[in-house]
Each structure stands twice: as C-alpha cells, then as structure tokens.
C-alpha cells in the first residue's frame, strides 16, 4: 500500500503541477484574448471551433476559464491521468508478476481493490480541485472576479467524467494481465471522442460533450449540477467499481 | 461439509480446470495436525494450483477445503489469517528494500512478526538495506520464506521454498523448517528436489498430471524403495513381448510390475527377493538378466520407476 500510494501520490502532484502550469498562462491570457477575439473567430478552422469562440465571448471570463482550464486541460492531461492511473492498479501487477504476493496477504479482496480504487480516484480528482481553488487569485491579477461555487461545481462536473474513464480503465485492468494494451485503447477512445467533437454532424456524439463550455455555462447559470448529467455519470462509475470488484473476486494470480 | 480441525489440512474434491485443461482432477487431502508434508510432483503436475486453492488464491470449480478449522469460503481470507504461505513465483517489487518489502508481505500479520521476519532473514545472511532489485534469484527465494515463516500461525504452505538456494542455504531452510515443525507447525511443502525434501518430511503426497498418485508415510515410502527390484536384460527382437508376458505373470505375486525399455521394474510386497528371482529365472524368451539392482533405489528412483514419472 506504501509503495502504491507513494507513487500514485506522486502521480498525483505531477498531475496538479501541469494542470497549473497549463493553467496559469491560459488565465493570464485572457484580457489579451478578449481584446482579439474576432481575429481569433477569423482563424478558426472548423464551425464548431467558431462555435466555441463564440461562446466564451458571450459567457465572458467565466466561460474562457472553464474552456481553458477544464474543457481544455483536464479533459486531455485529466484523462491521460485517469487512463494511466487505473490501468496498472491489477493488470499491473499481474504484469509484473507480483499479483500473487499482493493476494496472498491475510486481507480481503474488496479491501485491497477498495483502496487501490479509491487511492487513485483521488489522485485524478483532487489535483482538479486544488488547480480549481487557484483559479480566483489568478484572475485577480488581471483584474477579474470569479467566485468560488460555480467553479468548484464545474470542478465536480469535470471530475465526474474523469472517474467514469478512470473507472473503466480500471475495470479493465481487473480482467487483464497488459497494462499497455487498455492504455492505448482507452487512449484511442478518447481521441476518437475529441476528433467527434469537432465534427459538426456528429458532434452530439461525442462524450466531450459532457464537458464543454456550454455545459459550464449551465452549471454557472443553475448554481449547480443537473441530475440529468451527473447521476449517469455517477452510476457509470459506481456500476464499473462494482464490476470490478466482482471480476476481481474471481481473478487468478 | 469437511472436517475442521486445528492445524488440520483437510480436502475433499478439489477440482480444478483451466480451459479445456484439466489442472487438478478431484482431490482429497489430509494433512496434520503438526509434521511435515512433502507435495511432490514434476512442473506442472498440480502442486501450485491445489496449494493456491487452499488458500483461496485460486477457486475451485469444485470440492471444498478447511485449513486449521476454517473453512475456504468467498475470497480464503478466514484461512489466510490462519495460516501462512510462499508463494512459488518470486516477483518481488524491485524498487523496495528488503525490509520494506517483508513489511508489505507481512500485511495484515501481528505486529511483532516483522521483527521474527527480520530475524529469520539475518540468519539467511540477506541484506535488508538494500533494494530488492539487487537480490539474486535465491536470495528472493530466502526472502519470501522469512516472511512465511514469521507469522504465529499453526499452519504453513510453501510452494518450492528451496527452489534456486545453494547447498549451504538450503541445509538453512531445513534447519528453521525443522524447528519449525518441532513447535507443533503443519507444513506443507512443494518440491520437485526429492533428496532435500526427504530429509525433513515425515509424509509424502505425490502428485502427477492434476492427480495425487501416493500418499503415505516417509517410513512406508522408504520401505517401499528398499523392495524395488530392477532386472535389466540385453535387447534382442521380441524383448518387450517377452518382458510384458512376464511381468503380467509377476502382478499376481508382487505389488506391482511394469516394463522400461529393457527393464522389468518389480515392486516387491515384503522385503524377500527370493521368491520374484526364482520365478524370473522360468520367463521363456528374455534371455539372461545382464544387471539386477534390489534394495538401493532412492525416492526418486521410486517414483520414476513406478510411475515413470521424473520427480526431480
């Protein structure tokens, strides 16, 4: 559990340290931003890229920050976290060959799996969080004001479709023995989903829909979450942590 | 329901397959309370996979299991705080230390049988500082059998602990296995060195193809040893037409009698040779004996002769 924690631990912090680092430039952007958005509106390629651009004009700081900081930054580095945090938690044991001394130790199953779980939920979405909570005192230096509630909900929203890929990544790995394999196929997944999403006819189809802008811009509006989005999103999780803990039941060093 | 004693390996009807394979077919076992049990058996005969049944890493398809009256029941964990196991694989995390790693084997285990662990590590001679990355193949193989040793448990189950340990190692593991068994301790071990394992063992279960094939006391398998007759014979054309007449005319009168090559291999029912050596001077066909072999066979001679069955 040490040595797992230890380095989930640091995966952790490495994630919240890029987040911010992606973070911080992006918000300090914003008054320049704002002053040529129509140039920006000119160069953009696609008609939903436009789409996008017209959106954070109208939704203002609010709808720039949640574009950069979630829809941008943690639905790409958040999901290449939760992929690479979950794949390894059995197959990579299995991997390595030490999935026997991790069982044969006088502890349940559901408990080790339990914290593995729950060790690695925490490690994708508190670093989210934290990045969130910086996220006022960054604009005050531009002078803007943002507060708290409407980005921490937005926060919780993002965080939800991250555990839902986390959670399948690692139910994944309860039933294999490659951790590589579930990582480039969630990976392809993922970027399969994000090239959906630009594609005007087909973009309803993509799961980053979940997590755009004008979902954001819902949320801020609503003062919360809508149980038409986080409940799914909720019980996609609980369903493949219970698949989970059921496939592990019956795995075999 | 089987019976659930203490320090008792009980089981009745494991079965397991992989597959289409057939890993073990249905299998009863009684071990204990106290002594040494050899699980014998060539790579892949069936000794891990029953080993890890009865510690609930492996379900059965069937049959159940008690071990030191707990019975194997959802995940093994009532049995695995009562007994302690070494695994037969030695992945270890290369990136911990020694002693870290037997703080991670140890889990779950009371407090004081890290430093027991310690101890028994010490007498292996291993250096716990260092990062386990750095350990030979044996010295893995110590490491692990500290570990199994350490917890206050009245059984343990140790699948090739002596695996890749030098002479001078190995003499080690069988003194602590001695003590061990001297405080009262069920262990079962797997092995496929049948010289080492004979010395410390007081019973013998071999196993072969997923089927236990002989269970019985070391004092019986050894006198079993001593009563195979081995009578070797030149080849010439209708040898082994000639040698299966005869040794269908011995079955009768021996415990058993089977055919190698040129061989009449005869397990004799008591310690006389006399009769059998008469009868084989009346086979028409075989010709003269070239060699006779009686009373020298090892266990693993035993085996293989028997059975034909490489144990080792």
Redesign the interface.
């Known amino acids: 559990m040490i040595r797992w924690l230890n380095s989930t631990l640091g995966r952790g912090i490495g994630f919240f340290i890029v987040l911010e680092l992606m973070l911080v430039p992006a918000v300090l952007y914003w008054p320049d931003f704002s002053k040529h958005i129509g140039k920006f509106r000119a160069l953009a390629p696609l008609p939903v890229m436009r789409g996008i651009i017209d959106t954070l004009e109208t939704g203002g700081a609010f709808a720039y920050v949640t574009g950069q900081h979630f829809f941008k930054g943690c639905n790409t580095l958040g999901v290449a976290a939760a992929v690479l945090l979950s794949v390894g938690a059995v197959a990579g044991e299995a991997h390595r060959g030490t999935l026997e001394i991790f069982l044969a130790r006088p502890v349940s199953r559901t408990r080790l799996l339990t914290e593995r779980y729950v060790e690695g939920a925490l490690a994708v979405c508190l670093p989210v969080f934290a990045s969130t909570l910086t996220i006022p005192a960054l604009l005050e230096h531009i002078g803007e004001k943002l507060t708290y509630g409407p980005l921490l909900w937005s926060a919780l929203h993002t965080n939800l479709l991250l555990l839902a890929i986390y959670s399948l990544g690692f139910f994944l790995s309860t039933l294999s023995r490659t951790p590589l394999a579930i990582a480039f196929a969630l990976l392809f997944f993922t970027i399969l989903q994000f090239a959906l999403y630009l594609v005007e006819r087909v973009t309803h189809w993509s799961l980053f829909r979940l997590t755009d802008v004008e979902r954001f811009l819902e949320i801020q509006k609503r003062g919360g979450l809508d149980p038409k989005y986080w409940l799914p999103l909720a019980g996609v999780s609980l369903a493949l942590y219970i698949a989970s803990l059921r496939a592990f039941a019956r795995r075999t060093p | 329901m089987v019976e659930a004693a203490a320090g008792k390996i009980v089981a009745r009807g494991l079965t397991r397959r992989f597959g289409s394979k057939l890993a073990l077919a249905p299998t009863d076992l009684d071990v204990g309370p106290g002594g040494v049990t050899g699980l014998l058996g060539p790579n892949g005969s069936g000794k891990t996979t029953l080993m890890?049944m009865l510690?609930g890493?492996?379900?059965p398809d069937a049959g159940e299991a008690s071990v030191d009256g707990a019975a194997l029941e959802g995940?093994g964990?009532a049995i695995?705080?009562r007994c302690a196991?070494a695994?037969?694989?030695i992945?270890?995390?290369g990136?911990?230390s020694g002693a870290?790693q037997l703080?991670?084997?140890?889990?779950?285990?009371e407090r004081d049988a890290h430093a027991r662990a310690e101890d028994y590590a010490r007498r292996f001679e291993l250096p716990l500082e260092r990062r386990v990355h750095a350990y030979s193949h044996g010295m893995k193989r110590q490491l692990?059998f500290a570990a199994a040793l350490a917890p206050q448990v009245r059984v343990r189950i140790l699948d090739e602990p002596s695996e890749g340990l030098d002479p001078t190692k190995r003499g080690v593991l069988i003194e602590l296995l001695r003590e061990d068994a001297a405080r009262g301790t069920t262990i079962l071990l797997s092995s496929h060195h049948l010289g080492e394992v004979d010395r410390v063992c007081q019973r013998f279960v071999f196993i072969h193809g997923g089927k236990v094939i002989a269970n019985e006391s070391a004092e019986s398998t050894a006198a079993r040893a001593r009563r195979l007759l081995r009578v070797a014979y030149a080849p010439h054309a209708g040898l082994a037409q000639a040698l299966a007449r005869a040794a269908g005319e011995l079955a009768p009168h021996v415990r058993s009698a089977r055919v190698r090559d040129t061989e009449l291999l005869v397990e004799l029912a008591d310690d006389d040779p006399r009769g059998v050596l008469e009868r084989l001077t009346r086979f028409d066909g075989v010709g003269a004996p070239t060699a006779l072999e009686f009373g020298r066979a090892s266990l693993q001679e035993l085996y293989r002769d028997l059975y034909g069955v490489e144990a080792c």
């Open positions: 890890r510690i890493l492996t379900k995940d964990l695995r705080r196991y695994p037969g694989e992945a270890l995390y990136e911990l870290q703080e991670f084997l140890l889990r779950g285990r692990l």
